[in-house]
């Protein structure tokens, strides 16, 4: 069975520093993995996905995640948060056909 | 990129009546569209799953009766809250999976809808 765990259920930082958020999943076999955001009371919008390409990966607004097998990780990272940061990140984990797994969210605040 | 259109985006009803919510795909085909249910600080629950042309596969603990979901073509889904009651208030969001993101399991999600139940 597949699963994810999001390890921090909030992560504030202070705009211009650096962002963590971080992902541990539990597959069997070589997942999909995707980090969504979510803005108050809004749908969910695609920041990034891994599909067994490249490890590192970019993804839009300047955030970038790693997969690392050995670790089990995909944790998000950007270099300098931004105020329109500031929403609810979700760490998501998937097998083709097979039914996304949502982890359950990290709040990102963002102080100036 | 692909877009999904969810509509309304608030709905306010009395308890007892139903309420219809569409999800439509804009700029492409659907095979799969999935309802979740979102409570205030908490992560998704897939409510069902609906292919085009079929029924509704429903999660443990969803009332089918209640949840009514049509998947009619491959741009549009409709999920029908029947004889809605207070504890129905909730985020509902719809998702879709393109044809060309099967194999990656890449979902698009709507913008969302509140329903608030009187």
């Known amino acids: 069975a597949q699963s994810v765990t999001q390890l921090d259920s909030h992560v504030s930082v202070s705009e211009g520093t650096p962002v963590l958020l971080r992902c541990n999943y539990s597959?069997?076999?070589?997942?999909?993995l995707f980090w969504y955001v979510q803005h108050p009371n809004k749908g969910l919008q695609l920041l990034l996905k891994?599909?067994?390409?490249?490890?590192l990966v970019k993804g839009i607004n300047g955030f970038e995640a790693e997969f690392k097998k050995s670790e089990t990780s995909f944790h998000l990272t950007k270099p300098s948060a931004h105020m329109s940061d500031a929403a609810e990140y979700f760490c998501v984990v998937s097998l083709g056909f097979q039914k996304l797994v949502f982890g359950t969210g990290t709040r990102l605040l963002v102080s100036p | 990129g692909a877009v999904v259109s969810q509509h309304p985006s608030w709905v306010i009803c009395k308890s007892g009546t139903s309420v219809k919510i569409e999800c439509r795909s804009l700029?492409?085909?659907?095979?799969?569209m999935f309802w979740y249910r979102q409570f205030p600080k908490q992560s998704l629950m897939l409510m069902a799953t609906s292919n085009e042309g079929s029924k509704a596969t429903y999660e443990q603990g969803v009332e089918k009766d209640k949840f009514l979901i049509n998947h009619a073509s491959l741009t549009l889904s409709t999920l029908t809250v029947t004889s809605a009651h207070p504890e129905d208030s909730s985020f509902y969001i719809c998702?879709?999976?393109?044809?060309?993101?099967?194999?990656?399991?890449?979902?698009?999600f709507g913008e969302g809808s509140r329903l608030t139940v009187l």
């Open positions: 597959s069997s076999y070589s997942p999909s």
């Open positions: 998702s879709a999976r393109a044809r060309l993101a099967v194999n990656t399991g890449e979902l698009f």
């Open positions: 891994y599909t067994s390409a490249a490890t």
């Open positions: 700029d492409f085909q659907a095979t799969t």
